[in-house]
């Protein structure tokens, strides 16, 4: 199994930026994926999750209307739009896998998670 996460980068606050994660080694359109973000100090938390067929969300409330979770599982990819980043979305950000086809709102939900990559908002 292999998650891989790309496009963090530094923006500034405002700006947007899309993250997507390949994942490989499993039936990717028959699970329900997830992002995280973890900042310093603090616990990873559930930023979003998506079913397997990407028709049911979630968001945590610190991105309701901010971030968008989608997924394309003909390209084994799942994606996090991020619109007027804030300061505090700074983080490494992380996607993972449940073994269930239902989406997931807490870690416990998760079954494996792939490396991250760190977005930083300066102001």
């Known amino acids: 199994v292999q998650l891989q996460a790309f496009g963090g980068g530094l923006v500034q606050a405002g700006d947007s930026l899309r993250l997507s994660c390949v994942g490989s080694g499993f039936m990717f359109g028959s699970v329900g994926m997830g992002w995280f973000r973890q900042a310093p100090g603090k616990e990873r938390d559930v930023v979003a999750g998506?079913?397997?067929?990407?028709?049911?969300?979630y968001y945590a409330d610190s991105v309701k209307g901010r971030f968008t979770i989608s997924r394309d599982n003909a390209k084994n990819t799942v994606y996090l739009q991020m619109n007027n980043l804030k300061l505090e979305d700074t983080a490494v950000y992380y996607c993972?896998?449940?073994?269930?086809?239902?989406?997931?709102?807490?870690?416990?939900?998760?079954?494996?998670w792939g490396q991250g990559t760190l977005v930083t908002v300066s102001s």
């Open positions: 998506i079913n397997w067929k990407g028709d049911s969300t």
């Open positions: 993972a896998v449940r073994w269930k086809s239902g989406l997931g709102r807490d870690r416990a939900a998760y079954d494996y």
